[in-house]
């Protein structure tokens, strides 16, 4: 028979279905054998009507098994539960009734690449109150004929809220960043100015001070100059005025110099002519992408300089960032390893639509993002 596996029915649980259906799901195994209270029954994935009722029966993540006319022919107790009904009830129900009708062109187009073996997607569930559920959906070719599909539906409601609360925080806080830069430039700013100019007055009337006083007060003068310096480069990067006057090109452009001046990494800016205005969520969104990158490639890559490339094409911003340095370390699976700055930028991106991508080599790291904006007309 080939690949088998054997799960005593005694021993069956939650952790078991999971690698069970992982193993359905990749074709790991040619049969599975459940050794029920009244002897062994061996399922194959030719014929998983009951194996897959029987895997997924205990499982805490919702399932469903539908035909060929894409009607449930099996709801597990969780999915049942998550939709607010009894699992007898949504046998025979077209798959598409607990589909949000918006949706269902986008699960059509799911089952349409099912040809390919499986296709995940996020879709929003329709309960039984009328109320709606944000689910991500997997879905995949269960017999051999294709007439069988396996769903798994796993509730996002929690992801989504933490998505949701994470950008309320993120809003919070620019817009605290924006009241402090304006509160140093409008009160710590002034005040500096004015304890500038009543020592440069002091200085011009010292002719009569011994030189260590005069000494003494050129050197608070020098003092109070860094200070406003200072205060000003703290202000700006924490809310740049010009992002709200200019927009990002010059914004950001501002930033790039004041970078290489601070780090001595040469910084190449190549921005579209034809960039303009984007919506404000969006040039500060990429504005603080890219504050984070070239803080990435100071502290972290070793490079000497990097690259960055900001277009707009139609409906879609493209921001891409490289590096000459080391590139990222790599988790056990090869990929960049993701600390918290990276997640921080997903965060800020995700309520906008947009992703990021991350490709690293020992030669440099690539920084791509994407985010969606209005047509120029709306901007």
């Known amino acids: ?15 078991d279905g999971a690698q069970i259906i992982d193993a359905i799901r990749t074709g790991s195994v040619d049969a599975f054998v459940i050794e029920e209270r009244d002897g062994q029954t061996v399922y194959t994935l030719a014929n998983t009507d009951l194996p897959y009722s029987a895997l997924v029966q205990r499982m805490q993540q919702g399932a469903a098994m539908l035909n060929s006319d894409g009607r449930v022919v099996f709801c597990n107790p969780s999915l049942a539960t998550l939709l607010g009904t009894r699992q007898e009830d949504m046998v ?3 798959f598409e009734d607990i589909i949000l009708p918006d949706d269902r062109p986008v699960l059509q187009k799911l089952l349409q690449e099912l040809q390919n073996g499986s296709c995940e997607g996020e879709l929003r569930l329709r309960r039984f109150d009328q109320s709606f559920i944000p689910a991500r959906f997997s879905l995949t070719t269960l017999s051999r004929d294709n007439s069988i599909t396996g769903v798994l539906v796993s509730d996002l409601t929690s992801e989504k809220s933490y998505a949701e609360l994470a950008s309320r925080i993120q809003s919070v806080q620019d817009e605290e960043r924006k009241k402090i830069a304006r509160d140093l430039h409008d009160s710590v700013g002034q005040l500096l100015s004015a304890l500038g100019m009543n020592l440069s007055r002091l200085q011009n009337e ?14 608070s003068a020098s003092m109070v100059d860094q200070v406003t310096r200072e205060i000003r480069t703290i202000s700006h990067l924490l ?4 992002l709200d006057l200019a927009g990002l ?4 452009r501002w930033y790039v110099d004041g970078f290489s001046h601070r780090s001595n990494i040469n910084v190449d800016l190549q921005t579209d ?12 969104c990429l504005f603080r992408v890219v504050q984070e990158c070239l803080t990435n490639v100071y502290r972290h890559s070793g490079g000497d300089s990097c690259s960055i490339s900001i277009k707009r094409d139609g409906q879609v911003a493209h921001l891409d960032i490289r590096d000459n340095g080391h590139g990222f370390s790599k988790t056990a699976d090869g990929q960049p390893s993701a600390g918290v ?15 990021l991508q991350v490709q690293s080599t020992e ?9 969606p904006v209005p047509a120029k007309s709306e901007a």
């Open 92 to 94: 025979g129900l077209p």
């Open 239 to 242: 809310h740049p005025p010009l």
């Open 273 to 284: 002519s034809d960039l303009g205005r984007l919506p404000d969520e969006v040039e500060i």
């Open 341 to 355: 700055g990276l997640r921080g930028m997903q965060e800020r991106l995700r309520p906008l639509g947009g992703t």
């Open 1 to 15: 028979m080939g690949n088998k596996a054997v799960i005593p029915f005694n021993e069956f649980a939650f952790e």
């Open 363 to 371: 030669s440099g790291t690539t920084v791509t993002v994407v985010v």
């Open 249 to 252: 090109e010059s914004a950001i």
């Open 206 to 219: 010292s002719r009569d001070l011994p030189s260590s006083s005069a000494n003494l007060l050129s050197d």
